[in-house]
């Protein structure tokens, strides 16, 4: 971690030097942060939804996540859960303002899961920095597995995800102030994957954001979020989680001119209970952070990275982003 903050201190400082004048920070806030593991993706609809400002006619977004993550966890009792694989998602995002104070946002992912190429990449690094994955040396580099031995004796394997539909999400907003909205966000079980990568039910999010500017070029924002999916049965089904929280909180710091940095944390509760596995049975908490680009016509370009703060976490071990938003 302290590479990482010396690393993101000396990009800003360069820049800064850079431009002679820094122009005020805009009434953007944070970006969108969805999670890509399937473990998460098969049961919470949950999300960071940022603040969305007023604006005229329609707003769109789309972003790439790309992301390595091996969890290779051995029960008390010798069971294995191995998920050793590369995911992308791509989502297509689109909002427009219904009144003064409410707005509809509808979210189009495609995904992708599969063997990857990033391993050794990777394994150099997170040495570099200096979080070495041990889980990673007991696996061949670029070789896909899943699997989830189960107390009850099932076993439970997923194949590989050729680019799939995922579950469409509809969300109607409303700004109570200039500085709090909530969301009520829904999820469509309109995945076109096999099982184990979508979640084949309806579920209910409720999104509270709230902002403050606590500087002309430092924004804050935090969020409470509460989400509910009935449980689907079949092998899994005993050990779904059902209710939901998420909580974030982040920063945005124009630093020079059009060009800003950001990190927000982010805490999603557990999404399965009696497994035995800590990857499937624990909370996560993950950093999301990266660079925005503020174009001239009023978008932003977006480049970032999301790390796993807790190895035991259902965290994915990184995570590329990059977005553009209209």
């Keep these: 971690m302290r590479q990482l903050t ?10 800064a030097g850079a431009t002679a004048r820094v122009a005020a920070q805009s009434d953007s806030g944070l970006p969108a942060h969805y999670s890509i593991n399937p473990v998460a993706v098969d049961r919470s609809g949950l999300y ?13 977004a789309v972003q790439l996540d790309y992301g390595n993550m091996i969890e290779y966890g051995q029960a008390e009792d010798g069971r294995l859960y191995l998920l050793d694989a590369e995911a992308s998602t791509f989502h297509l995002n689109a909002s427009r303002d219904l009144g ?7 979210d189009v992912p495609v995904s992708s899961v599969y063997a990857g190429v990033m391993d050794g990449f990777l394994d150099w690094y997170h040495n570099l920095i200096g979080i070495p994955i041990p889980e990673r040396q007991l696996r061949p580099r670029n070789r896909f597995d899943y699997r ?10 997923h194949h590989q995800l050729d680019p799939a539909l995922g579950d469409i999400r509809l969300g109607l907003g409303v700004r109570h102030s200039d500085a709090v909205q909530s ?7 309109t995945t076109t994957g096999a099982d184990g990568y979508g979640r084949n039910t309806l ?20 969020s409470f979020d509460l989400g509910y999916t009935p449980a689907t049965g079949g092998a899994m089904g005993q050990y779904q989680d059902r209710t ?32 035995g596995f800590p990857s499937l049975d624990r909370p996560e908490l993950s950093f999301d952070y990266g660079f925005l680009f503020r174009t001239r016509a009023g978008g932003e370009w977006r480049l970032g990275m999301t790390e796993d703060l807790i190895p035991t976490s259902p965290a994915i071990d990184v995570v590329f982003k990059v977005g553009r938003s209209w």
């Design 148 to 157: 989830i031995e189960l107390p009850n004796g099932d076993t439970v394997v």
């Design 244 to 275: 939901f929280l998420a909580l974030t909180s982040g920063v945005r710091w124009n630093f020079a001119g059009v060009s800003s940095m950001f990190g927000n944390l982010y805490y999603h509760s557990s999404y399965y209970s009696g497994t």
């Design 48 to 60: 960071f939804e940022p603040y969305r400002v007023p604006h005229a006619g329609w707003r769109y």
């Design 203 to 222: 579920s209910v999010s409720l999104l509270n954001t709230w902002r403050a500017r606590w500087h002309p070029r430092l924004r804050y924002e935090g």
């Design 100 to 106: 003064a104070r409410s707005f509809f946002i509808a």
């Design 6 to 15: 010396a690393s993101l201190a000396l990009v800003s400082a360069l820049c």
């Design 183 to 189: 969301v009520l966000s829904i999820t469509l079980p």
